[in-house]
Every structure is written in C-alpha cells, then in structure tokens.
C-alpha cells in the first residue's frame, strides 16, 4: 500500500522562530519554504522533515535527529564553538566534551535543540557520513 509513498518525517517544537534559528543557521541545514506556519529542513536523501509548532509541547525523551559524521572530535568541537551544549547523560562513559565511544556503538553525542529535543552526531562510515 505504501511502497511507492514519499514518507517524511517530522517533530514539534514550542518555538518555530527559534527553530529556525538554530536549525538554519546553527547546524548550517537548509530550510524549504515555510508553509502554514510549518518549517521544513533539507535533509540529505531528498526527505524533508517538518518541525511544527505545538502549544502544549514537551520536548522528546529519546533522541529524534541523528547527524552522521566522518569525524566526531571535529563536528563537536565545531558544534561547540557555534555554542551548543553537548548533554552528558551517566552511565555512558562520555569523554569530558560528551563523546561516548561504547565499543557496542558508533561513537556518539548529543545535544538539544533550542525547544530541548535531543539530537546526535554520531561517526559512522560508508553512505551518509
């Protein structure tokens, strides 16, 4: 019924200005042409993804954007000179700039949007890194 469906995905923030933002000119993703109030990231692979004001939003508690990387140490200290705060979380062994390299896992960090969504880089090789 859905295999030839252009599926997209999307999430909620409190704020579509600073979305905007942080998104656009933060993490450096181009932005489509906002719709209905709905503002759309270009993403790689042709997919956008919508973010979406919601009045009674709650930031996620799992991690709903996950960046691909060849070089983890690079993308976070660049994410940290644009003034993102990387999340430590405990239990997960992460270095002092929040890095986390579990040897059952890509090495991984994360960090918040401005609505408090959790997002990751991770350092993955082959398509998409």
Do not use: C, H
């Not at 999430?11 to 181009?30: C, H, M």
């Amino acid at each position: 019924m859905f295999k030839d469906t252009k599926a997209f995905s999307g999430f909620a923030v409190d704020d579509i200005d600073k979305a905007r933002e942080f998104y656009g000119s933060v993490l450096g993703i181009a932005l489509g042409a906002e719709e209905m109030g709905l503002l759309t990231l270009l993403l790689g692979g042709n997919r956008p993804t919508i973010v979406y004001p919601k009045p009674d939003f709650e930031p996620a508690t799992y991690t709903i954007l996950n960046f691909p990387v060849e070089d983890i140490d690079a993308a976070v200290d660049e994410l940290i000179e644009r003034g993102v705060a990387m999340e430590i979380y405990d239990g997960f062994g992460q270095d002092e700039r929040g890095v986390s390299r579990d040897e059952n896992g890509p090495p991984i960090a994360w960090f918040r949007d401005p609505a408090g969504n959790i997002l990751a880089v991770l350092e993955a090789a082959g398509p998409g890194a």
